[in-house]
C-alpha cells in the first residue's frame, strides 16, 4: 500500500501555464508538507499544513499556492511557472503529536519548464 | 537548529560495515540526532533518530558520542540498495517541524 503519493509522476509545460500536482497520504497523518529539490540537489521546505491548517510557509513565491481540502491532501498549484521551478517536488506527512519529525516523503513529480 | 557537517562522499564494500560520521559540535541539549537517506529517484526515508543514547533499528545503529558533538551511523552489512545520499540533521524533537537538509554524504556501495 502506497503511504503517500504524488500524481503526476512526470510533468512538462511551457513557462507561464499554471499547473497542479496532487498529494495524498493514507497514514491518517495530521501534517502535510512540499519540499523543492533544485538542480544541486538541495532539498527545502516550502510549505507545511496541520489539519489544513498553514503552519510554515517559506518566502515562496505567491504564485505557489498550496490546498488542502482535507487532511489527507495538500495540493500545490503553480501559476505563471518560470523556467527556475523546474525542480523535483516532494510531498511528505508526519504525526506530530507521536513524532514530528519522523517524516513520510512521496515518491516525488519532476517538474520541467520549457 | 545545530548546524551538521558530514563527508561529501564514501565508498563501502558490500557485505561491509558501513560507518557514515556526522559532526554537529554546536548541538544544545534538547536537539536530537535524525538521519534520512535519500536513494536516487526516490524521496528521503526516515532511518534511524538519538538523543544521547545510542540507538539500533532494522535498519541501522547510531551512535553518539558522550559529549554529543559528533555521531555515526552503522550500516552493518552494506547491500547494493544502500547505495544513497544520507542525511544527518540536528534539530529539536518539537516545536517548528520543519526539515533542514543539508548536502548530505553519498555513499556508494562497491560490489
Known amino acids: 500500500d502506497t503511504a503517500v503519493s504524488q500524481t503526476p509522476k512526470y510533468l512538462v509545460t511551457q513557462m507561464g501555464n499554471d499547473k497542479s500536482i496532487k498529494c495524498e497520504q493514507n497514514?491518517?497523518?495530521?501534517?502535510m508538507y512540499w519540499y523543492k529539490q533544485d538542480s544541486k540537489k538541495f532539498l527545502k521546505i516550502m510549505f507545511s499544513?496541520?489539519?489544513?491548517?498553514?503552519?510554515i510557509n517559506e518566502t515562496v513565491p505567491n504564485r505557489f499556492s498550496p490546498k488542502s481540502p482535507d487532511k489527507a491532501h495538500l495540493n500545490l498549484h503553480i501559476n505563471s511557472l518560470e523556467l527556475g521551478d523546474s525542480a523535483v517536488y516532494f510531498c511528505?506527512?508526519?504525526?506530530?503529536?507521536?513524532?514530528?519529525?519522523?517524516?513520510?516523503f512521496g515518491p516525488g513529480t519532476r517538474l520541467t519548464v520549457l | 537548529d545545530a548546524k551538521t557537517t558530514q563527508p561529501p562522499s564514501m565508498d563501502c564494500a558490500e557485505g561491509r560495515a558501513a560507518n557514515l560520521p556526522c559532526n554537529h559540535s554546536?548541538?544544545?541539549?534538547?536537539?536530537?540526532v535524525y538521519w534520512y537517506r535519500q536513494i536516487h529517484s526516490q524521496g528521503p526515508q526516515y532511518i534511524i533518530h538519538?538523543?544521547?543514547n545510542n540507538e539500533t533499528n532494522e535498519m541501522a545503529s547510531l551512535i553518539i558520542t558522550e559529549d554529543r558533538k559528533s555521531s555515526t551511523l552503522i550500516l552493518p552489512h552494506a547491500t547494493l540498495r544502500d547505495t544513497a545520499v544520507y542525511y544527518c540533521?540536528?534539530?529539536?524533537?518539537?516545536?517548528?517541524?520543519?526539515?533542514?537538509f543539508g548536502t548530505g554524504t553519498r555513499l556508494t556501495i562497491i560490489p
Open positions: 497514514l491518517g497523518h495530521d501534517t
Open positions: 538519538g538523543l544521547k
Open positions: 511528505a506527512s508526519s504525526q506530530p503529536s507521536r513524532d514530528p519529525v519522523k517524516q513520510f
Open positions: 554546536t548541538i544544545s541539549g534538547n536537539e536530537y
Open positions: 499544513y496541520n489539519n489544513k491548517e498553514l503552519i
Open positions: 540533521i540536528v534539530r529539536g524533537h518539537f516545536g517548528n517541524e520543519k526539515l533542514t
